[in-house]
């Protein structure tokens, strides 16, 4: 009989210890399902390569976004980079140059470079709203500070636009990767009037 309630108290103990594990997991992902972690990448926009006689050392930008989110789906389901959006923002910049015949060094921290012109930057907004299954909003600010010598030139590149691409459930990658681009092919010719 003392073994018999021994064993009912440890199987009371064993379904109680079940039962708060499924409570737990089942919080974590009401959690989890407002938010999502992606890949962000980036391929190269095919801008025509041009004189670029001047060497460049670009510093990872500031990110002075007031949220950490890169995007949101029609849901409210917000989508966090993996790498973090300036990053993401200042190497599609370095491959951009690098693509066109520029000669490009990245740097995380600021120092004393053996180039001809450095780049620092600000990435003041890098956001995407999925509207409806095809159609998202995208708003990209950035600004560049080029210095050349004693010189010191500030350029602003702004992309607020409507993106209407196939049907997708969530956070679309590709219209990231869209958006930057027509940023870069802005701001490219403009870098290589700077660099010839």
Same mark, same amino acid.
């Given at each position: 009989?003392?073994?018999?309630?021994?064993? =009912?108290?440890?199987?009371? @103990?064993? *379904?109680?210890? /079940?039962?708060?594990?499924?409570?737990?997991?089942?919080?974590? %992902?009401?959690?989890?399902?407002?938010?999502?972690?992606?890949?962000?990448?980036?391929?190269?926009?095919?801008?025509?390569?041009?004189?670029?006689?001047?060497?460049?050392?670009?510093?990872?930008?500031?990110?002075?976004?007031?949220?950490?989110?890169?995007?949101?789906?029609?849901?409210?389901?917000?989508?966090?980079?993996?790498?973090?959006?300036?990053?993401?923002? =200042?190497?599609?910049?370095? @491959?951009? *140059?690098?693509? /066109?015949?520029?000669?490009?060094?990245?740097?995380?921290?600021? %120092?004393?470079?053996?180039?001809?012109?450095?780049?620092?930057?600000?990435?003041?907004?890098?956001?995407?709203?999925?509207?409806?299954?095809?159609?998202?909003?995208?708003?990209?600010?950035?600004?560049?500070?080029?210095?050349?010598?004693?010189?010191?030139?500030?350029?602003?590149?702004?992309?607020?636009?409507?993106?209407?691409?196939?049907?997708?459930?969530?956070?679309?990658?590709?219209?990231?990767?869209?958006?930057?681009?027509?940023?870069?092919?802005?701001?490219?010719?403009?870098?290589?009037?700077?660099?010839?």
């Amino acid at each position: 009989m003392i073994q018999e309630k021994t064993m =009912t108290s440890k199987t009371a @103990d064993c *379904l109680s210890l /079940v039962v708060s594990m499924i409570v737990l997991f089942a919080f974590t %992902g009401v959690v989890y399902a407002d938010s999502e972690t992606i890949d962000l990448t980036y391929r190269t926009a095919g801008i025509e390569p041009a004189t670029c006689s001047k060497s460049v050392a670009i510093i990872t930008f500031q990110d002075n976004r007031t949220e950490p989110w890169i995007g949101e789906s029609g849901k409210g389901k917000k989508f966090q980079s993996r790498i973090p959006v300036n990053e993401w923002i =200042t190497r599609a910049l370095t @491959d951009e *140059l690098k693509s /066109v015949g520029c000669r490009v060094e990245y740097h995380d921290t600021a %120092g004393d470079f053996d180039t001809d012109v450095t780049i620092t930057g600000i990435v003041e907004e890098a956001f995407i709203k999925q509207d409806s299954w095809t159609k998202y909003n995208v708003n990209f600010r950035l600004q560049l500070f080029i210095t050349l010598g004693n010189k010191k030139i500030t350029k602003t590149y702004q992309n607020t636009m409507t993106k209407r691409t196939v049907p997708a459930f969530s956070f679309n990658s590709n219209v990231a990767t869209e958006s930057l681009q027509d940023v870069m092919r802005e701001a490219i010719p403009a870098l290589q009037s700077i660099l010839e």
